[in-house]
């Protein structure tokens, strides 16, 4: 068969494609052979995975800067985040925070490097509140003192804690514990984590007294939060739910103590009562004086 030099010349390209002694070092040509070989060969990576979809992670990320920024009480001085991710927590707290403690879901407790360069970084450039790291656990604050905290955020951080063991549940417990009396939770996280309804366990969470030798007493378990509103996030595709508890100011305290409590309360209240009607009678009798003896001036 004869070959004209137009096919001579494509037939002449096959084979320097297919044979890699042909190939050209450098150049941009690469048999079929060859790319197989070398996607063979190549180590391979894996891939990146996310939590959350890019249209939850946005939104859920803006409603969490919203709710951390509108609803921490300009009075609080001390924040804390369970279960660092990022510095991004440092510009959703308001300037008057004085400190953010930092927590972790990483099993051994201690803060990723690069989380806390991120931190360190955002509390440069913020120029506010102090950064404390803290090495300990989001379900084991065993480095954070009873009743020390304002404000405890927990942002996203529930299922990353299912993902590398920890125990949610232990991390709300937690929390309630490191929060000072009337201090607030706020959260947006799954409504449902593992079939246990996340608002449901923190309605009711509750408290057991101890008594004196430590013996638990035997008594109701009085609740540990106090709701103050909450919201399903719209516009995701995983659904989450965005909301705040209050700690009550009466949690730990045992049923003789509550009820001595209110007692002191009403008898405050009376005698709040008792000072106004003495005061609004004085005042009476001042106008009744200063009337009498402006007739007596006026008459002749």
């Known amino acids: 068969m004869m070959l004209n030099s137009r096919s001579f010349a494509w037939l002449l390209l096959s084979c320097c494609l297919s044979c890699r002694a042909f190939m050209v070092p450098g150049s941009g040509f690469q048999s079929p052979m060859m790319m197989r070989e070398m996607a063979s060969s190549r180590p391979r990576v894996a891939p990146l995975q996310m939590g959350l979809d890019m249209v939850t992670y946005m939104r859920v990320e803006w409603i969490a800067a919203a709710l951390v920024t509108n609803q921490t009480p300009r009075t609080a001085d001390v924040c804390l985040q369970l279960g660092c991710e990022d510095g991004r927590a440092v510009t959703f707290i308001p300037r008057t925070i004085d400190k953010l403690i930092t927590s972790t879901v990483e099993p051994d407790g201690i803060l990723p490097v690069a989380i806390e360069r991120q931190l360190r970084q955002q509390e440069k450039t913020r120029n506010a509140g ?56 706020l959260f947006v996280e799954p409504p449902e984590i593992d079939g246990v309804s996340y608002l449901d366990y923190l309605a009711n969470l509750s408290v057991q007294t101890l008594s004196a030798e430590g013996e638990e007493l035997n008594e109701e378990p009085f609740p540990v939060f106090e709701p103050m509103g909450y919201d399903d996030v719209d516009l995701v595709l995983k659904p989450h739910v965005a909301g ?57």
């Open 130 to 185: 102090r950064v404390d790291i803290v090495n300990q656990r989001a379900d084991d604050l065993k480095e954070t003192a009873d009743e020390s905290v304002d404000v405890v955020i927990s942002l996203a951080a529930c299922d990353r804690m299912v993902e590398k063991g920890l125990d949610w549940k232990k991390s709300v417990q937690e929390a309630a514990r490191v929060l000072k009396p009337g201090g607030r939770l």
């Open 244 to 300: 705040i508890v209050i700690k009550s100011q009466d949690a730990g305290l045992t049923k003789t103590e509550r009820e001595m409590k209110e007692k002191n309360l009403e008898q405050e209240r009376y005698a709040e009562i008792s000072i106004s009607a003495f005061e609004r009678g004085l005042k009476k009798r001042k106008r009744k004086k200063k009337g009498a003896v402006d007739s007596a001036e006026a008459s002749p």
